[in-house]
T-cell receptor
């Protein structure tokens, strides 16, 4: 398996622009998580899905952030409008409850810089 | 709310030494605990996963222990090598169900192995 695939790997944009980050989880995994990592706050859970349904979005910082999972193999995290304080590395991760272990596998991350 | 603390925040040791990284968590009701490695600019790589019913897991030169009642885990690295230099993160997952499946991460221990 290719693992969790994220795109783009790097994104530089200007304040006010819309940003869309994409994630393809590992095939067969029924949980998908979006995390944000900054030096100050470490890794923070933004939102997660189970069987394509959002379960907990309490970590989403503001209404400017939204996430969707239209099918089992694709998810997006959108920021509109973007602000400089959104600059961070955004990670997508997936796991399978069916496997019993709940081990989490991460993508390589999308490094976002908002100027 | 679960809180995870990792001590020390940074560690530098000569090559060949055995070392221990510490992780503590405030809520002992966990589903599992996972240790990750993160290289600069990269995603997180899962090293070891310990289920709540287990006491330890081993993989090569790595050994992770779990004392759930005291809210502690340790990662033991034997015969350290320069290639072990990375940030090591500990994360706990709450019991399944109830919509609280996301991992809570510590801030990590930045490890440098001196050649």
């Amino acid at each position: 398996d290719a693992g969790v695939i994220q795109s783009p790997r790097h994104e530089v944009t200007e304040m006010g622009q819309e940003v869309t980050l994409r994630c393809k989880p590992i095939s067969g995994h029924d949980y998908l998580f979006w995390y944000r990592q900054t030096m100050m706050r470490g890794l923070e859970l933004l939102i997660y899905f189970n069987n394509n349904v959002p379960i907990d979005d309490s970590g989403m910082p503001e209404d400017r952030f939204s996430a969707k999972m239209p099918n089992a193999s694709f998810s997006t995290l959108k920021i509109q409008p973007s602000e400089p304080r959104d600059s961070a590395v955004y990670f997508c991760a997936s796991s399978s409850a069916g496997m019993g272990t709940g081990e989490l596998f991460f993508g390589e991350g999308s490094r976002l810089t908002v100027l | 709310k679960q809180e995870v603390t990792q001590i020390p925040a940074a560690l530098s040791v000569p090559e060949g030494e055995n070392l221990v990284l510490n992780c503590s968590f405030t809520d002992s009701a966990i589903y599992n605990l996972q240790w990750f490695r993160q290289d600069p600019g990269k995603g997180l790589t899962s090293l070891l996963l310990i289920q709540s019913s287990q006491r330890e897991q081993t993989s090569g030169r790595l050994n992770a222990s779990l004392d759930k009642s005291s809210g502690r885990s340790t990662l033991y690295i034997a015969a350290s090598q320069p290639g072990d230099s990375a940030t090591y993160l500990c994360a706990v997952r709450p019991p399944s169900g109830g919509g609280a499946d996301g991992l809570t991460f510590g801030k990590g221990t930045h490890l440098i192995i001196q050649p």
